[in-house]
């Protein structure tokens, strides 16, 4: 029977890095995508920008991110909670990654108005993240990487701590498309649980039905309860997530990019009773705007609204829904479902704790209020020009960080030691250096990151693995005759 060297299971942007990697070490390479070829790539289909440590600014970064820096932020979001050799990691890699993502297809454009704030941090896909995923695509065509579309990687077939082969479903032999293909090494990079209701479920009960998914409703966790169930040891909060403040209207399922409001920092946030409940510029935007999606899941009903007047309402980028609109605040009470007279009381005490200041858009400036709780540290500015606006918020959750725990290696580790050859990169394992809170670009640097170091620490197992079976192969060389061709 035929055997891969490696075996790649998912589709986005960890997935391909971890096929080229293993394409770079010599490996055959197989891609398992569950999606058809029209929607491929997962999550990363909605991306825009890598984060990544640099010495010096150049034609796409505005100036230098030291890791010193890289690490600083990530420990004011995550607490230092987060695995502190992986982070290092994470750091010390993300210096050559963007180097490599170019070598392998990507291309980079400035920061536009609306993500100048990432200009210097963060460096930006030409075209975003679909166009990503084409360039990566189009190069492991060129390596001779297979892909399989529209089939679903089911579990693996084990021998001890040894993955031999991955059982699946879709086009092919079989009765309704089940087979298994032999592997001497896995890379599991099949995203996190998001859209498995009954899983989110378990954690937060009937409130998970009113969480909206920002990307594809394909990443159910099966591969990951798969192997917590054969002895995988977990690893974060499986409460904790990715998720921000959406239009409320927004699709369920893949609004991506689209949906998201930036609106919070210029406004007040309320929740359905007309009351605050979070200090809406606590910090910069790029570093809070994530924390947004679990505040309002722990809100009544899970929704909220931010409320804007006229001076405000031009300093985000645009929703991809119009906002709702009033010549008072009584009457946009009605609009958005709220008690007229509580909404009127809460503007108004809001209104008389700001202290002038000078106003300064994405910086910590000392517009702020006194006497309030709970407080606006930043950006606080009168709420009082009509006409006045709203738009409706809900969770919309972009990735779960529980999953699998690894090694430096990218290896997946169990109770009793790892799983000789099986890897795991992206969002499967973000968990690992997320244990909450999110900074913009992360989760592609985690994908690129481990993808690649999962793709080329597999690769080297399979290579020993075939040298163990065939004694005249060479180390690094795989014993199938496509990949002598």
Known sequence: MDIWDVAVLGGGNAALCAALAAADGGARVILIERASRAFRGGNSRHVRNLRHAHEAGDAFVSGPYRADEFRADLQAVTGGE?????????????????AWAYDHGARWQPALRGTLSLGRTNRFFLGGGKSLLNAYYLTAAARGIEVRYDTLATGFVLDGPRCTGVTLEGPGKGPD??????????????????SN??????????????FAVRGTELNDGRLTQWLFDHGARPVADPTRFH??????????????????????????????????????????????????????????????????????????????????AAPTIEELAGHIGLDPATLAATVA???????????????????????LAPPKSHWARRIEQPP???????????????????????????????????FAAGEVMA???????????????????????????????????????????????????????
């Open 197 to 210: 209701r009954e899983w989110m479920r378990r954690y937060w009960g009937a409130a998970a039905d009113n």
């Open 82 to 98: 987060g695995d502190a050799v992986l982070t290092t990691l994470l750091i010390e890699a993300s210096h050559d990654i963007a």
């Open 177 to 194: 498309g089940r087979r298994t293909i032999e592997a001497r090494a896995v890379v599991v990079a099949a995203g996190g649980f998001e």
């Open 388 to 422: 006045f606006y709203a738009f409706p918020l809900r969770p919309g959750i972009t990735f779960t960080y529980h999953g699998l725990t690894v090694d430096a290696t990218a290896r997946v580790l169990a109770a009793d030691g790892p799983f000789e050859n099986v």
């Open 349 to 371: 005490a809001y209104n008389r704790s700001v202290v002038a200041g000078t106003f300064r858009d994405g910086q910590l400036d000392d517009c702020r209020t006194a006497g």
């Open 243 to 324: 998720a921000i403040a959406i239009d409320a209207r927004a699709p369920r399922y893949d609004a991506g990019i689209l949906s998201r409001l930036d609106a919070v920092p210029y406004g007040i946030v309320l929740n359905r009773d007309g009351q605050r409940f979070y200090d809406e510029g606590e910090d910069i935007w790029p570093k809070r705007y994530a924390i947004w999606g679990r505040l309002i899941a722990e809100q009544p009903g899970q929704v909220a609204h931010v409320v804007l007047d006229a001076p405000a309402i031009d300093s985000f980028m645009p929703s991809l829904y119009p906002p709702l």
């Open 431 to 485: 968990g690992n250096i997320l244990t909450r809170g999110y900074l913009a670009g992360i989760g592609m640097t985690i994908g690129s990151v481990f993808g690649r170091l999962a793709g080329t620490e597999a690769a080297k197992a399979a290579a020993a693995q075939a040298a163990t079976t065939s004694p005249t192969v060479a180390a690094g060389a795989s014993s199938s005759p496509a990949a002598a061709a």
